[in-house]
């Protein structure tokens, strides 16, 4: 039953559709050469540093609300990722709809070409995801499309398909109807997706785990 419930998660990927490096800045610039300025009979030379993380461990706190929020941040760096490989899917699919005015046949037949290729790249992968993970997931790709996934499915399916997962869904108490709510329930879910987005969220992840997220391989064509 799990594994129904993993195939919602990736369909609506499928249907839909960090340590930064400090030496990541390769181009050339102007400051090959070190700056300098004349303090009376001194030279002194200056030169821009880029930010440094300090990283520190917080002691393990208890209690059930400190468990769920140690969940929900595990299970968001599990997720997230595949939530902006859903983003990006959505905006080649569409893009390549609208740009080759591609007719009801040709719509359906790229569509499922896609849908062919994703499933053997990501498959594999998302078959680890736990039941609470793709709940998450649900709610992380209604945010980045802008649309729930019912209506991800229903948009490059049809009603039937939709309805087919919706009901699958309902068995494993999740809807895949439900918006995303960054100010209500959803809000913590939001707090984390804003650090990550501030190159934060490693940050918070080591102080909680002591250790850093686990990557999640995602080829370089979805991002």
């Given at each position: 039953?799990f594994?129904?419930?993993?195939?919602?998660?990736?369909?609506?990927i499928?249907?839909?559709?960090?340590?930064?490096?400090?030496?990541?800045?390769?181009q050339?610039?102007?400051s090959?050469?070190?700056?300098?300025?004349?303090?009376?009979?001194?030279?002194?030379?200056?030169?821009?540093?880029p930010?440094a993380?300090?990283?520190?461990?917080?002691?393990?706190?208890?209690?059930r609300?400190?468990?769920?929020?140690?969940?929900?941040?595990?299970?968001?760096?599990?997720?997230?990722?595949?939530?902006?490989?859903?983003?990006?899917?959505?905006?080649?699919?569409?893009?390549?709809?609208?740009?080759?005015?591609?007719?009801?046949?040709?719509?359906?037949?790229?569509?499922?070409?896609?849908?062919?290729?994703?499933?053997?790249d990501?498959e594999?992968?998302?078959?680890?995801?736990t039941?609470?993970?793709?709940?998450?997931?649900?709610?992380?790709?209604?945010?980045?499309?802008?649309?729930?996934s019912?209506?991800?499915?229903?948009?490059?399916?049809?009603?039937?398909?939709?309805?087919?997962?919706?009901?699958?869904?309902?068995?494993?108490?999740?809807?895949?109807?439900?918006?995303?709510?960054?100010?209500?329930?959803?809000?913590?879910?939001?707090?984390?997706?804003?650090?990550?987005?501030?190159?934060?969220?490693?940050?918070?992840y080591?102080?909680?785990?002591?250790?850093?997220?686990?990557?999640?391989?995602?080829?370089?064509?979805y991002?």
């Amino acid at each position: 039953m799990f594994r129904i419930f993993r195939t919602i998660s990736i369909s609506a990927i499928l249907l839909a559709m960090p340590l930064v490096s400090a030496l990541a800045a390769t181009q050339p610039r102007d400051s090959i050469y070190m700056h300098y300025v004349l303090e009376g009979a001194d030279t002194v030379f200056v030169d821009e540093l880029p930010p440094a993380k300090v990283y520190s461990k917080l002691p393990r706190q208890r209690g059930r609300e400190w468990r769920k929020y140690y969940r929900l941040v595990h299970n968001f760096s599990k997720t997230y990722p595949y939530a902006l490989a859903a983003r990006h899917l959505v905006h080649e699919v569409d893009s390549t709809i609208a740009a080759d005015r591609l007719k009801r046949g040709k719509r359906d037949r790229f569509i499922n070409e896609k849908q062919k290729e994703l499933f053997d790249d990501f498959e594999k992968p998302m078959r680890g995801l736990t039941v609470s993970q793709g709940a998450l997931l649900m709610k992380l790709i209604d945010r980045e499309i802008g649309k729930s996934s019912y209506f991800i499915i229903k948009d490059y399916k049809n009603g039937m398909a939709a309805g087919f997962w919706q009901g699958i869904a309902k068995i494993f108490g999740t809807d895949l109807k439900k918006p995303y709510d960054p100010d209500g329930e959803d809000r913590a879910v939001e707090e984390l997706v804003q650090l990550w987005e501030k190159g934060e969220f490693e940050v918070l992840y080591y102080s909680l785990f002591w250790k850093y997220p686990p990557e999640i391989e995602i080829p370089s064509k979805y991002r």
